[in-house]
């Protein structure tokens, strides 16, 4: 059980453009979900948590109108990167969890270049 | 807040010898959990084991275990009879007590076994 799929695993978009990566949660209902940023050789470093129903919330440093969050139901959280532009590709991760007392079940990654 | 530091960027062992990954951490909790997570170079993040604050026994899963030190404030990953599928970057992870309780991640270990 606990099993957490990302959609798509990797894409290349054009510089200027916005692209939707997708976090499901296939066999619970996570009520929270967390998205992370890898950049290469680097560690995780976590971008925002977002709660269902709720607006999320972002670490400091990371743009709320470029990475648009949304946490629409208990078993999908979407990320938009919004005008992308190089700087942006990177590895993005979902985690997602039942509850405050649940370790985090991660997904497979979703690869992300921008040309 | 919290702070996880792994000093060994990189790691090097022969097939079948033990490997000991190093922690520290740094919190002023006394109830806290510790993770150590495997991501190969797929990038999916795989967790390996967890000991929280209170557990008086060293954790063990298998190959793994967890050389748990309070007072020391170190949880070294220990893993026995090393195999060249154990070539990976390991993470070690903190989850904060607080508010949405996310993880806190150290920068990682490269490990690479030699045949």
């Known amino acids: 059980g606990a099993v957490v799929s990302q959609h798509p695993s990797w894409v290349i978009c054009k510089s200027g453009t916005s692209v939707k990566i997708e976090c499901r949660s296939l066999?619970?209902?996570?009520?929270?979900m967390f998205w992370y940023r890898q950049f290469p050789k680097q560690s995780l470093m976590l971008m925002a948590t977002s709660n269902e129903g709720s607006k999320a919330t972002y670490e400091q440093g990371v743009e709320k109108d470029k990475f648009l969050i949304n946490h629409a139901s208990l078993t999908l959280s979407t990320l938009t990167v919004t005008s992308a532009h190089p700087e942006d590709s990177s590895f993005y991760i979902c985690?997602?969890?039942?509850?405050?007392?649940?370790?985090?079940?991660f997904g497979p990654g979703t690869r992300l270049t921008v040309t | 807040a919290q702070k996880i530091t792994q000093t060994q960027p990189g790691m090097f062992v022969q097939e079948k010898e033990a490997v000991t990954l190093d922690c520290t951490y740094d919190t002023s909790d006394q109830s806290y959990g510790l993770f150590w997570y495997k991501q190969p170079s797929s990038g999916e993040m795989i967790f390996l084991i967890y000991q929280g604050s209170y557990d008086e026994q060293n954790a063990t899963e298998g190959r793994y275990s967890l050389n748990f030190q309070k007072a020391r404030k170190s949880a070294n990953l220990v893993i026995s009879a090393s195999q060249l599928g154990d070539s990976a970057m390991y993470f070690c992870?903190?989850?904060?007590?607080?508010?949405?309780?996310?993880?806190?991640f150290g920068q990682g270990t490269r490990l690479t076994i030699n045949p």
């Open positions: 066999d619970f209902q996570a009520t929270t």
């Open positions: 985690s997602a969890r039942k509850d405050a007392y649940y370790e985090q079940y």
């Open positions: 992870a903190m989850r904060d007590t607080q508010g949405a309780q996310k993880l806190v």
